[in-house]
């Protein structure tokens, strides 16, 4: 799974999942049975200028591939690509393709939202691609619903998260209904969304770009989009990012094919992660003067038990719309982004302390956008296994928040539209994940990540055969979407050099929390609340990072 919840980085109200079998498709091969190099797929992609306002300084292309890999002669699909041109002087050096996460993640969203956070030495040199994968945006799609309206009627009807038995009945009855919706539209695109395939037009779109070896950078979900790409194709790794990762092992529960105990987000400790960064925050805004955390209660410990206190009265009564799930889903998706998310939290928090409901957003003009939020669950449910019986939820739900705090209900309910989700993967990758690359892998994450814990980046590391890791001693989610100029120039070292940084290597951020953007945690200038750093909309909405992160948020 832009940012903020990018970021990236499921929802209130629809998620599934499932484990299949790894078939045809991995093998010892590095390239996949009938792949790009086992048939004769070629993708050729024609630039234009974009259309839509926001990314005039960009090109879009489409690019045609096979919907089944192992059958290049059958039904093909449509991929939206995004690229931005090479700043520096003379011929740019390459490409460097982008995932934004999710899944459900459009790159043509998501790189227009991030562009300008990746380092310029990198915007210099390179091409920066990206696309929406498969089932995604402006891609062939997964789309449950008629339009977009029939959509957004029926996600206002379903919670962030169900509280009490009647809302979890609800709950588990809206997602079976949304399951049988997407069974009878196109069952065929279902079974063919996986990180597997993805990877494989990953492979095809840079043959198509002219690049020998993949240069990539993936935040969130995207992690392990690279980390499959890494062993399905390890001999065409050039420079490869993660940042922000996912543990793949966790993701396929080892792949052993077995009814899981735990939820997919449970195995990865998001539920933890969540936990601790909210705990940094509520510390950071507790030694924080009002007039830069409008949340403090002057020290820490008064700034905890005030947050508590919040949630108790909220729970027994809501404040407006502002219900006790939308307002921990806030809470949780606020975490994402430091600046200005961790402010513009905290001024949240302070006015439902108030007893007031926060401004509403305006409402989008133009057209209404496809919210795709079922595109999440295509991914999610058909790879990644969840129990089938609604009935564990619930009993996941109170062990999950005995781990963590409140936080955890989200959690674990984002899962659950997996338990009657339609469709298995029917190519999804299991596994081995320690094939031994052309050139290293540079794996990223935050020490507080709120939704792929720092524990999930070692284990990446762990796990491939050549990787280094670098630690961001900082909070949110993604080192690329809350800045350290130390992180960039090791990667910016790192993609032109293959240098990996010493053994070790730790960074600061740039802003500590609650500080003004460019100061130093000595500084003492007033933060002014703003709006979350969220990624546009065609239509004015915005969408977040990490995969419950991309779906648009709805009132509780």
Same mark, same amino acid.
């Given at each position: 799974?832009?940012?903020?919840?990018?970021?990236?980085?499921?929802?209130?109200?629809?998620?599934?999942?499932?484990?299949?079998?790894?078939?045809?498709?991995? /093998?010892?091969? *590095?390239?996949?049975?009938?792949?790009?190099?086992?048939?004769?797929?070629?993708?050729?992609?024609?630039?234009?200028?974009?259309?839509?306002?926001?990314?005039?300084?960009?090109?879009?292309?489409?690019?045609?591939?096979?919907?089944?890999?192992?059958?290049?002669?059958?039904?093909?699909?449509?991929?939206?690509?995004?690229?931005?041109? @090479?700043?520096?002087?003379?011929?740019?050096?390459?490409?460097?393709?982008?995932?934004?996460?999710?899944?459900?993640? *459009?790159?043509?969203?998501? !790189?227009? %939202?991030?562009?300008?956070?990746?380092?310029?030495?990198?915007?210099?040199?390179?091409?920066?691609?990206?696309?929406?994968?498969?089932?995604?945006?402006?891609?062939?799609?997964?789309?449950?619903?008629?339009?977009?309206?029939?959509?957004?009627?029926?996600? +206002?009807?379903?919670?962030?998260?169900?509280?009490?038995?009647?809302?979890?009945?609800?709950?588990?009855?809206?997602?079976?209904?949304?399951? +049988? =919706?997407?069974?009878?539209?196109?069952?065929? !695109?279902?079974?063919?969304?996986?990180?597997?395939?993805?990877?494989?037009?990953?492979? !095809?779109?840079?043959? @198509?770009?002219?690049?020998?070896?993949?240069?990539?950078?993936?935040?969130?979900?995207?992690?392990?989009?690279?980390?499959?790409?890494?062993?399905?194709?390890?001999?065409?790794?050039?420079?490869?990012?993660?940042?922000?990762?996912?543990?793949?092992?966790?993701?396929?529960?080892?792949?052993?094919?077995?009814?899981?105990?735990?939820?997919?987000?449970?195995?990865?400790?998001?539920?933890?992660?969540? @936990?601790?960064? !909210?705990?940094?925050?509520?510390?950071?805004?507790?030694?924080?003067?009002?007039?830069?955390?409008?949340?403090?209660? %002057?020290? /820490?410990?008064?700034? =905890?038990?005030?947050?508590?206190?919040?949630?108790?009265?909220?729970?027994?009564?809501?404040?407006?719309?502002?219900?006790?799930?939308? /307002?921990?889903?806030?809470?949780?998706?606020?975490?994402?982004?430091?600046? *200005?998310?961790?402010?513009?939290?905290?001024?949240? $928090?302070?006015?439902?302390?108030?007893?007031?409901?926060? &401004?509403?957003?305006?409402?989008?003009?133009?057209?209404?956008?496809?919210?795709?939020?079922?595109?999440?669950?295509?991914?999610?449910?058909?790879?990644?296994?969840?129990?089938?019986?609604?009935?564990?939820?619930?009993? $996941?739900? =109170?062990?999950?928040?005995?781990?963590?705090?409140?936080?955890?209900?989200?959690?674990?309910?984002?899962?659950?539209?997996?338990?009657?989700?339609?469709?298995?993967?029917?190519?999804?990758?299991?596994?081995?994940?320690?094939?031994? &690359?052309?050139?290293?892998?540079?794996?990223?994450?935050?020490?507080?990540?709120?939704? &792929?814990?720092?524990?999930?980046?070692?284990?990446? @590391?762990?796990?491939? /055969?050549?990787?280094?890791?670098?630690?961001?001693?900082?909070?949110?989610?993604?080192?690329?979407?809350?800045?350290?100029?130390?992180?960039?120039?090791?990667?910016?070292?790192?993609?032109? &050099?293959?240098?990996?940084?010493?053994?070790?290597? =730790?960074?600061?951020?740039?802003?500590?929390?609650?500080?003004?953007? %460019?100061?130093?945690?000595?500084?003492?200038?007033?933060?002014?609340?703003?709006?979350?750093?969220?990624?546009? $909309?065609?239509?004015?909405?915005?969408?977040?990072?990490?995969?419950?992160?991309?779906?648009?948020?709805?009132?509780?």
């Amino acid at each position: 799974m832009r940012t903020t919840g990018i970021s990236t980085p499921l929802r209130g109200a629809a998620s599934a999942l499932a484990g299949a079998l790894l078939a045809l498709l991995s /093998a010892a091969a *590095p390239a996949s049975a009938g792949g790009p190099d086992g048939g004769h797929e070629r993708v050729v992609l024609h630039w234009r200028p974009c259309p839509q306002k926001a990314r005039a300084e960009f090109e879009c292309a489409v690019a045609q591939v096979p919907l089944d890999h192992a059958d290049p002669s059958g039904r093909t699909i449509d991929l939206a690509v995004i690229r931005h041109r @090479a700043t520096g002087p003379g011929r740019a050096k390459g490409s460097l393709f982008f995932n934004p996460g999710g899944p459900g993640g *459009p790159g043509t969203i998501g !790189l227009p %939202g991030l562009y300008r956070k990746f380092p310029a030495e990198l915007r210099d040199r390179f091409d920066i691609v990206s696309w929406d994968p498969r089932g995604i945006g402006d891609s062939t799609a997964v789309r449950c619903f008629d339009s977009a309206a029939e959509a957004e009627a029926w996600q +206002k009807k379903v919670p962030p998260f169900p509280v009490g038995r009647q809302e979890q009945r609800a709950y588990v009855a809206a997602h079976t209904d949304l399951a +049988k =919706r997407c069974e009878r539209r196109d069952p065929e !695109l279902l079974r063919h969304v996986s990180t597997a395939d993805t990877a494989r037009d990953l492979d !095809l779109l840079r043959r @198509a770009a002219g690049d020998d070896r993949l240069r990539y950078w993936g935040i969130s979900y995207g992690t392990l989009l690279g980390a499959t790409y890494a062993n399905l194709f390890p001999d065409r790794v050039g420079a490869l990012v993660v940042d922000g990762n996912v543990d793949p092992q966790a993701w396929v529960d080892h792949g052993e094919g077995a009814e899981p105990a735990r939820s997919t987000f449970l195995r990865l400790g998001s539920h933890r992660g969540s @936990a601790g960064t !909210l705990g940094q925050f509520l510390d950071h805004c507790g030694r924080a003067p009002v007039s830069r955390c409008a949340f403090s209660a %002057g020290s /820490a410990a008064a700034t =905890r038990a005030k947050y508590d206190t919040l949630l108790e009265r909220i729970s027994a009564q809501p404040v407006g719309k502002w219900t006790y799930a939308r /307002a921990v889903s806030e809470v949780r998706g606020g975490l994402y982004t430091v600046h *200005p998310g961790w402010t513009r939290t905290a001024d949240i $928090l302070q006015t439902l302390w108030r007893g007031r409901p926060p &401004t509403e957003p305006p409402a989008p003009t133009g057209p209404a956008h496809y919210p795709g939020f079922e595109q999440l669950y295509a991914v999610l449910c058909a790879e990644s296994p969840n129990p089938a019986a609604p009935a564990r939820y619930p009993v $996941l739900e =109170r062990q999950a928040v005995e781990e963590s705090d409140p936080l955890a209900r989200w959690w674990v309910w984002a899962n659950e539209p997996c338990a009657a989700w339609p469709s298995r993967a029917a190519h999804p990758y299991t596994g081995p994940w320690n094939r031994t &690359t052309a050139h290293p892998v540079l794996v990223v994450n935050p020490v507080y990540d709120p939704a &792929t814990p720092y524990r999930a980046g070692q284990a990446m @590391a762990a796990q491939l /055969a050549r990787a280094g890791l670098l630690t961001l001693d900082g909070y949110g989610h993604t080192a690329l979407d809350n800045p350290s100029a130390c992180v960039k120039r090791h990667v910016v070292r790192y993609v032109l &050099t293959g240098a990996l940084p010493p053994e070790g290597a =730790r960074c600061a951020q740039d802003t500590p929390p609650f500080t003004h953007p %460019g100061q130093s945690s000595t500084a003492t200038a007033q933060t002014s609340p703003a709006s979350r750093a969220v990624v546009p $909309l065609p239509d004015g909405r915005a969408l977040r990072a990490w995969p419950p992160a991309w779906l648009p948020h709805r009132a509780g």
